[in-house]
């Protein structure tokens, strides 16, 4: 039997404690990725569950041109934020294009953040060669199926996906994720939470053992920002990201005076399109600039036979969403 | 002549279903539901490689978890005869005959504990060395050994090279779809329960006649000591029409442990155990005069199969009788592979068939500059082109007028790019559809008893296609009663012999029999009156006669009759009860039998830079003779569109190249359609009552999945100009 114990605790020292202290513990958070790998797919151990779901980690308050939210503010209340559907209507859309309705009034901010890869390599634990389950092992899904896996951050040994689309506009707006271990706070930007594949795919995040993530605080671009997220998948519902992209702009006179400018569907992690912003930022809203800025991007993919058309497809993601905030037709 | 006699219109009244309640409020009995007091549980292991042998299995810590009682392995596997050969060929491969592996997870170990959660805990904890070798896989593998028209269903008639080599216009193409996995919602699952000697299992079948047949051949069991329950299933598609080797097991682990043992299959496990649609690859040659004309046809099909199993796939099956064509041609071939074995998928074989012919007709209409409709016409089968007999019923001109009329066919400019809405290229497209006529025996009894309602069963089952609420609308009609009179009862091997549901037959074959019962039963009725001076009846023969509102009366006189309940009081009788059997024989009929018949009319936008496709609206216009329900007949046609658009644009088992694991074998990565997939869908029935069926009925299980691909393949072409002859039609092939 996969034993565990089970402990929800009420407050926020309590729950880092329990975890810190011991080696086999893991929070259950990331709802079902945590249970699904643990029970369903044997993939991960814990000994034991802290159940973070009775944290006062919830509700969404403004700061200025701060947004603080939550780690455990649902989807469903973020994407109903009147702010976020003025200000970040991006982030709106991403919430909106992820998952189902059902699952976005359970899901968090936090767990969305640290929802595992959807690799059904990594998932089954009777594939031998996972390096991100069991380091050295090789990766099976280099040779395998590999539609739904990533071509940027990706190398032979873990082309595993970051599946999320909320944090494809949170990667663009620099968002500052908050943490809280034994040892106090320390607040990082999620440009920098997530670590590149690299030599080791198995070490996901900054994350150290026992710390939570409290809150997320997501600047406000200046008023005159616009913004959108584009998502491109084969069923129109419901599934994930074969690529997308979250852009926002500022426009003037027709030229780019800002640009942030993030994709998903195809990184390791939420990528930051950082090489793609310099080539816009300055340049003339138009689709020649935009698929300059995609070529700029999509420089140096790791593809594999499964995954050579998101090259060409994550471009025109690119080009489209840009064309469609920025509002050219040329 | 029967004195009863069938509502004449061609639309039955559109009933709720008379087990709705039961199902929305959670009361329906599936197997998996199924508890028995001291029931055991199993759990699966299944092999981590695609080929070779166990070298050795180590259950020691398996056995140690609390609460585990058995884990059974080949080794421990008593020899057990195989099941009996059914129309569908012999029975699955037995897995735990000896220690070889054929497929990536074949059934290696099933352990059985007190709960669910101790035997899935040991089953993970079973150690099993393999000595694997390399698993063939790949429908073009070379070393795949091929078997030639394995079924003998190769057709031909007339000069298909010579016509080839003379006509004006040729066309040769090759189509490929992918694997499909059925996915019932419900999780197949087996109770098995052992009475001394006597066998009950509740099993997700689409067949219990032949799962009890099965299990009596296998157990070495006299047929009336194995009792098979299914009042429900979770639906099947065709995954429930073999007797699956984990069913035996469970009845095996039952019988070792002498207490009932339930095993649920998962998701996972559901992608490798009970089949799938297989791979296929096909090539059409056509031969086709300047003017439309139909010269030759050339079909050439190969599906996959397991690398020691049989699969009926008749993908070239109906190809011959879909058009007036002298010269016809169809092979068949089958490629062995270490994969599952495949099994029957909504319209097996024809659902692909069709799905290369109506984009080959599509794309030669292209050529001739000739509108889909009017090539088809100008091929149309008056008459059964292999029998040379006329149809049973055919109103395909009707399908074709009807279908293009509600969707505004006429309006289409035929040039391909000619419509656009913003990034959304338009496309409309369309596919005729002939589906082919199956039909077996079946028998069912009827009973009324001394309270005026009517107990009908058969051995049938209704996949949730709506069986229950047919046979029950069509016995109350026979017998003049209100439906909340009439019961009926199927998903017991019990009750009189039905054949499966499958092959879209089963609709035709219980209506019959139960249309001859209720014949039987009012002569019954009118026996047991025949020297009744005090009945208005008596002496009355069954022309003279017909039932209504609970009453026999005659047909020129309503008024003199009298109602079930006052014969049977008068005579002191409980109840009276008849049989009716159908053993449909169309030799000598004159006709041939004719199953359904559609147009399918779709249009889909596609946004080309990012290579979305969406389908906009289906239009299907229908002629599957008379309709027993207009309600349950069109949820059976929009479901079976809704799976039509899943192959088209979604489905595929995707099959890991090197070990032929199933790389999506969950509902998260094998995509099927949400609702947001799912149009605007039209379904209108047109035709009258079929002449061969004893009620007018044709099968409409399949034919809803018919046609739907290369509707909207052939709309895909119209809209962007690229010919698409690859399902699933996904981003990468449209970018």
Known sequence: MTLFEYVRPDDVTGAVDLVSADPGAAYLAGGTTQLDLLLKDGVIRSDRLVDIGRLPLRGITRDGDTLRVGALTTMDALAGDPVVAQRVPFVREALLAGASPQLRNMATIGGNLLQRTRCRYFRDSAVAACNKRVPGSGCAAVTGVARMHAILGASERCIALHASDLCVPLVALDVQVHLRGTGGERTVPLTEFYLPSGESPEIETVLRHGELITRVDLPLPAPGTRSGYLKVRDRASYEFALTSAAAALVVDNGVITSARLALGGVGTIPWRARAAEAVLTGAPANVDTFRAAAEAEIRDPFTVPGTEFKVELAKRTIVRTLRDVSGVRS | ?735
């Not at chain 2, 400019?413 to 005729?432: C, F, K, Q, T």
């Not at chain 2, 035709?687 to 509707?711: C, L």
């Open chain 2, 1 to 735: 002549m029967s004195p009863v006699t069938v509502d004449t219109k061609l639309l039955g009244d559109p009933v709720d279903r008379v087990d709705g309640p039961l199902k929305v409020s959670g009361a329906a009995p599936y197997p998996s539901d199924v508890s028995y007091p001291g029931m055991a549980y199993a759990a699966l292991v299944q092999s981590t490689i695609g080929a070779g042998t166990i070298n050795r299995i180590d259950a020691a810590e398996a056995t140690a978890v609390p609460g585990v009682l058995t884990v059974i392995t080949y080794e421990n596997t008593p020899a057990l005869p195989d099941g009996p050969m059914t129309i569908l060929g012999p029975s699955a491969r037995f897995p735990f005959k000896d220690n070889r592996i054929v497929h990536y997870g074949q059934h290696v170990a099933m352990a059985v504990a007190e709960t669910a959660e101790r035997a899935v805990a040991a089953a993970r904890l079973v150690r099993i060395d393999y000595d694997p070798t390399t698993p063939v896989l790949g429908i073009t593998n070379p070393d795949a050994p091929v078997e030639q028209n394995a079924w003998g269903l190769d057709t031909t008639r007339g000069d298909v090279e010579g016509a080839l080599a003379s006509a004006e216009v040729t066309y040769d193409e090759t189509f490929t779809i992918a694997p499909e996995t059925n996915n019932p919602l419900g999780l197949f699952a087996t109770v098995a329960r052992w009475e001394g000697g006597r066998l009950v299992v509740h099993e997700s079948t689409q067949w219990p006649i032949m799962a009890r047949q099965t299990l009596a051949t296998v157990f070495e069991l006299a047929e009336q000591d194995v009792r098979v329950f299914v009042p429900f299933i979770g639906g099947g598609f065709g995954a429930g029409l073999r007797f699956p080797p984990h069913a035996i097991l469970t009845v095996l682990a039952a019988r070792m442990l002498d207490r009932p043992v339930k095993l649920v299959l998962t998701r996972p496990q559901m992608f490798t155990s009970i089949g799938h649609r297989p791979e296929t690859r096909q090539r059409v040659r056509l031969g086709v005069a300047r003017d439309g004309r139909l010269l030759a046809i050339d079909h050439e099909a190969t599906s996959t199969i397991g690398i020691e199993e049989t699969n009926l796939e008749p993908i070239t099956q109906t190809t011959p009788s879909a058009y007036d064509c002298p010269n016809v041609a169809t092979h068949e071939r089958q490629v062995r592979l270490n994969i599952p074995n495949p099994g029957a998928m909504r319209a097996p074989g024809t659902a692909q068939g069709n799905f290369a012919v109506e984009s080959a007709l599509d794309e030669v209409a292209y050529r001739l500059r000739c509108d889909p409709i009017a090539l088809r016409l100008r091929n149309y089968a008056e008459v059964q082109p292999g029998t040379g007999l006329p149809w049973s019923s055919k109103a395909l001109r009707e399908c074709y007028r009807v279908g293009a009329e509600r969707f505004g066919w006429a309006d289409r400019n035929p040039e391909v790019r000619s419509m656009r809405d913003g990034d959304w290229l338009i496309g409309y497209g369309m596919a005729g559809v002939t589906f082919d006529w199956y039909q077996a025996p079946c028998r069912a009894r009827i009973s009324i008893r001394r309270d005026g309602t009517a107990y009908a069963r058969s051995a049938a089952t209704d996949l949730g296609t709506g069986t229950y609420t047919i046979a029950t609308q069509l016995t109350a009609q026979l017998l003049g009663l209100d439906l909340d009179r009439v019961r009926f009862d199927l998903g017991d091997s019990d009750l009189p012999l039905a054949p499966q549901s499958g092959g879209s037959g089963l609709a035709m074959s219980l209506s019959g029999a139960l249309h001859q019962a209720a014949g039987n039963l009012v002569g019954a009725f009118l026996d047991v009156v025949a020297d009744d001076a005090g009945s208005p009846l008596r002496g009355r023969g069954a022309d003279d006669v017909t039932a209504t509102g609970g009453r026999l009366h005659l047909v020129t006189d309503p008024s003199v009759g009298e109602t079930y309940i006052d014969i049977l009081d008068r005579h002191g009788l409980d109840e009276l009860t008849a049989d009716g059997a159908v053993d449909p024989k169309p030799e000598g009929a004159g006709m041939t039998p004719a199953g359904g018949f559609a147009a399918r009319f779709v249009e889909v936008r596609v946004d080309e830079d990012l290579g979305v496709l969406r389908v906009a609206r289906v239009v299907t216009a229908i002629d599957a003779g008379r309709i027993l329900n207009e309600k349950t007949a069109r949820s059976q046609v929009l479901g079976a569109t809704v799976m039509g658009i899943g192959m088209s644009l979604l489905e595929q088992t995707e099959f890991d190249p090197g070990t032929g694991r199933v790389a999506n074998a969950t509902l998260g990565d094998y995509l099927i359609p949400v609702n947001a997939d799912v149009p605007d869908l039209d379904v209108v029935f047109v035709g009258e009552p079929d002449r061969f069926s004893p009620v007018g009925i044709k099968g409409i299980g399949e034919i809803g999945i018919v046609g739907v691909a290369a509707a909207i393949a052939n709309a895909v072409h119209h809209a962007t100009g690229r010919r698409i002859r690859s399902l699933p039609i996904t981003i990468e092939k449209l970018l």
